[in-house]
Protein backbone atom coordinates (compact mmCIF):
# COMPACT_ATOMS: atom_id res chain seq x y z
CA UNK A 1 0.00 0.00 0.00
CA UNK A 2 1.45 3.18 -1.05
CA UNK A 3 0.62 6.70 0.47
CA UNK A 4 0.21 10.09 -1.28
CA UNK A 5 2.52 12.64 -0.09
CA UNK A 6 1.34 14.93 2.28
CA UNK A 7 1.23 18.35 1.62
CA UNK A 8 2.87 20.43 4.37
CA UNK A 9 2.67 24.01 5.69
CA UNK A 10 5.52 26.23 6.81
CA UNK A 11 4.88 27.19 10.40
CA UNK A 12 5.73 31.60 10.45
CA UNK A 13 4.47 34.07 13.24
CA UNK A 14 3.79 36.57 10.20
CA UNK A 15 -0.32 36.18 9.36
CA UNK A 16 -1.01 35.14 6.51
CA UNK A 17 -1.99 37.70 3.40
CA UNK A 18 -3.51 37.29 0.09
CA UNK A 19 -1.59 38.31 -3.21
CA UNK A 20 -3.24 40.77 -4.78
CA UNK A 21 -3.35 40.93 -8.83
CA UNK A 22 -5.13 44.45 -8.64
CA UNK A 23 -3.37 47.51 -10.07
CA UNK A 24 -2.82 50.06 -7.53
CA UNK A 25 -2.22 53.67 -9.47
CA UNK A 26 0.73 55.83 -8.53
CA UNK A 27 1.86 59.32 -9.24
CA UNK A 28 4.32 59.80 -12.74
CA UNK A 29 7.78 59.73 -10.97
CA UNK A 30 9.66 59.56 -14.25
CA UNK A 31 10.00 61.87 -16.98
CA UNK A 32 7.75 62.63 -20.05
CA UNK A 33 11.11 61.26 -21.98
CA UNK A 34 12.80 58.55 -20.79
CA UNK A 35 15.69 57.61 -22.84
CA UNK A 36 17.20 54.17 -21.59
CA UNK A 37 18.75 53.48 -25.19
CA UNK A 38 20.30 57.07 -25.03
CA UNK A 39 19.18 57.73 -28.34
CA UNK A 40 19.40 61.91 -27.65
CA UNK A 41 21.41 64.17 -26.30
CA UNK A 42 20.39 66.19 -23.25
CA UNK A 43 19.21 69.32 -25.18
CA UNK A 44 17.01 67.53 -27.50
CA UNK A 45 15.47 65.29 -24.88
CA UNK A 46 14.96 69.15 -23.03
CA UNK A 47 13.54 70.37 -26.09
CA UNK A 48 11.08 67.11 -26.62
CA UNK A 49 10.17 67.38 -22.75
CA UNK A 50 8.95 71.18 -23.38
CA UNK A 51 6.74 70.21 -26.69
CA UNK A 52 5.22 67.39 -24.96
CA UNK A 53 4.03 69.47 -21.82
CA UNK A 54 2.99 71.97 -23.87
CA UNK A 55 0.68 69.41 -25.90
CA UNK A 56 -0.24 68.07 -22.71
CA UNK A 57 -1.21 70.72 -21.13
CA UNK A 58 -3.40 71.83 -24.36
CA UNK A 59 -5.47 69.04 -24.14
CA UNK A 60 -5.17 67.83 -20.54
CA UNK A 61 -3.55 64.50 -21.09
CA UNK A 62 -0.20 63.53 -20.80
CA UNK A 63 2.17 62.25 -23.47
CA UNK A 64 5.76 60.53 -23.24
CA UNK A 65 8.57 58.81 -25.10
CA UNK A 66 10.59 56.26 -23.75
CA UNK A 67 13.54 54.07 -25.76
CA UNK A 68 14.75 50.97 -24.55
CA UNK A 69 17.01 48.48 -26.11
CA UNK A 70 14.77 45.67 -24.76
CA UNK A 71 10.88 44.80 -24.20
CA UNK A 72 12.11 42.45 -21.57
CA UNK A 73 10.53 39.28 -23.24
CA UNK A 74 7.62 41.24 -23.33
CA UNK A 75 5.42 41.94 -26.86
CA UNK A 76 5.79 45.36 -27.45
CA UNK A 77 1.92 46.22 -27.16
CA UNK A 78 2.47 44.46 -23.03
CA UNK A 79 5.70 46.60 -22.36
CA UNK A 80 4.08 49.80 -23.31
CA UNK A 81 1.24 49.74 -21.63
CA UNK A 82 2.63 48.47 -18.66
CA UNK A 83 5.11 50.96 -18.59
CA UNK A 84 2.41 53.38 -19.27
CA UNK A 85 0.35 51.49 -15.78
CA UNK A 86 2.76 50.91 -13.78
CA UNK A 87 4.83 54.02 -14.06
CA UNK A 88 2.08 56.72 -12.94
CA UNK A 89 1.59 58.16 -16.50
CA UNK A 90 -1.75 60.13 -17.65
CA UNK A 91 -3.64 63.13 -16.65
CA UNK A 92 -6.98 62.91 -14.00
CA UNK A 93 -8.44 60.23 -12.75
CA UNK A 94 -9.02 57.82 -16.25
CA UNK A 95 -5.07 58.39 -16.60
CA UNK A 96 -5.48 60.70 -20.08
CA UNK A 97 -2.66 60.20 -22.66
CA UNK A 98 -0.60 57.92 -24.47
CA UNK A 99 2.97 57.20 -25.19
CA UNK A 100 5.30 56.09 -28.04
CA UNK A 101 8.00 53.17 -27.07
CA UNK A 102 11.06 53.10 -29.05
CA UNK A 103 12.59 49.64 -28.95
CA UNK A 104 16.60 50.00 -31.04
CA UNK A 105 16.69 46.42 -31.04
CA UNK A 106 20.06 46.16 -29.89
CA UNK A 107 19.13 44.50 -26.82
CA UNK A 108 16.77 42.08 -28.38
CA UNK A 109 16.89 42.01 -32.08
CA UNK A 110 13.38 43.64 -32.16
CA UNK A 111 13.58 47.17 -33.21
CA UNK A 112 10.23 48.84 -33.25
CA UNK A 113 7.70 51.48 -32.61
CA UNK A 114 4.46 51.05 -30.25
CA UNK A 115 1.76 54.04 -29.46
CA UNK A 116 0.38 52.77 -25.95
CA UNK A 117 -3.60 54.70 -25.62
CA UNK A 118 -5.37 55.54 -22.15
CA UNK A 119 -8.23 56.88 -21.04
CA UNK A 120 -9.05 60.23 -23.47
CA UNK A 121 -6.25 59.34 -25.64
CA UNK A 122 -7.68 56.11 -27.01
CA UNK A 123 -10.32 58.22 -28.54
CA UNK A 124 -8.09 61.25 -29.41
CA UNK A 125 -5.65 59.04 -31.52
CA UNK A 126 -7.34 56.14 -33.71
CA UNK A 127 -5.65 53.01 -35.24
CA UNK A 128 -5.29 54.93 -38.70
CA UNK A 129 -3.94 57.63 -37.31
CA UNK A 130 -1.18 55.72 -34.72
CA UNK A 131 -0.58 54.53 -38.05
CA UNK A 132 0.25 57.67 -40.02
CA UNK A 133 2.08 58.59 -36.87
CA UNK A 134 4.28 55.54 -37.05
CA UNK A 135 4.97 56.26 -40.73
CA UNK A 136 5.80 59.53 -40.77
CA UNK A 137 8.34 58.74 -37.92
CA UNK A 138 9.95 55.76 -39.93
CA UNK A 139 12.32 57.82 -42.55
CA UNK A 140 14.07 59.75 -39.71
CA UNK A 141 14.47 56.80 -37.69
CA UNK A 142 16.22 54.91 -40.46
CA UNK A 143 17.96 57.95 -41.14
CA UNK A 144 19.25 58.03 -37.28
CA UNK A 145 17.64 61.57 -37.10
CA UNK A 146 15.99 60.18 -33.42
CA UNK A 147 15.20 63.72 -32.45
CA UNK A 148 13.35 64.28 -35.70
CA UNK A 149 10.90 61.34 -35.25
CA UNK A 150 9.89 62.47 -32.04
CA UNK A 151 9.76 66.00 -33.51
CA UNK A 152 7.08 63.99 -35.77
CA UNK A 153 5.70 62.27 -33.55
CA UNK A 154 4.43 65.32 -31.77
CA UNK A 155 3.31 67.22 -35.09
CA UNK A 156 1.24 64.39 -35.74
CA UNK A 157 0.10 63.41 -32.33
CA UNK A 158 -1.09 67.46 -32.56
CA UNK A 159 -2.82 67.44 -35.32
CA UNK A 160 -4.44 64.34 -34.93
CA UNK A 161 -5.93 65.26 -31.90
CA UNK A 162 -7.06 68.66 -33.47
CA UNK A 163 -8.86 66.43 -36.30
CA UNK A 164 -10.44 64.29 -33.19
CA UNK A 165 -11.27 67.51 -31.44
CA UNK A 166 -12.77 68.72 -34.60
CA UNK A 167 -15.05 65.94 -35.64
CA UNK A 168 -16.37 66.10 -31.94
CA UNK A 169 -17.63 69.48 -32.51
CA UNK A 170 -19.83 68.51 -35.37
CA UNK A 171 -22.23 66.82 -33.97
CA UNK A 172 -22.30 69.04 -30.58
CA UNK A 173 -22.90 71.91 -33.51
CA UNK A 174 -25.57 69.81 -35.04
CA UNK A 175 -27.20 69.30 -31.29
CA UNK A 176 -27.07 72.43 -30.66
CA UNK A 177 -28.84 73.81 -33.88
CA UNK A 178 -31.62 70.85 -33.19
CA UNK A 179 -31.99 72.85 -29.80
CA UNK A 180 -32.34 76.31 -30.62
CA UNK A 181 -34.83 75.49 -33.72
CA UNK A 182 -36.91 72.99 -30.87
CA UNK A 183 -36.74 75.86 -28.76
CA UNK A 184 -37.98 78.32 -31.54
CA UNK A 185 -40.76 76.04 -32.97
Not at 89 to 105: C, L, P, R
Not at 110 to 131: A, F, Q, Y
Not at 138 to 161: L, M, Q, T, Y
Request: aromatic share 10%.
Amino acid sequence: VSKAPVATKPVTDAPETEPTTEFIPVDRTLSLVEDYADVLTDSEETDLIAKLEALGEANDIEVGVVTVDSYEGKDPQAFADDFYDYNGYGYGENDDGFIVVFNTGEGDGNRNLWISTHGKGIDLLTDMEIDVIIEMMINPIKNGDFAGAFDAFVEESESAIDESISLLAIPLAIAIGFGIAFLIV
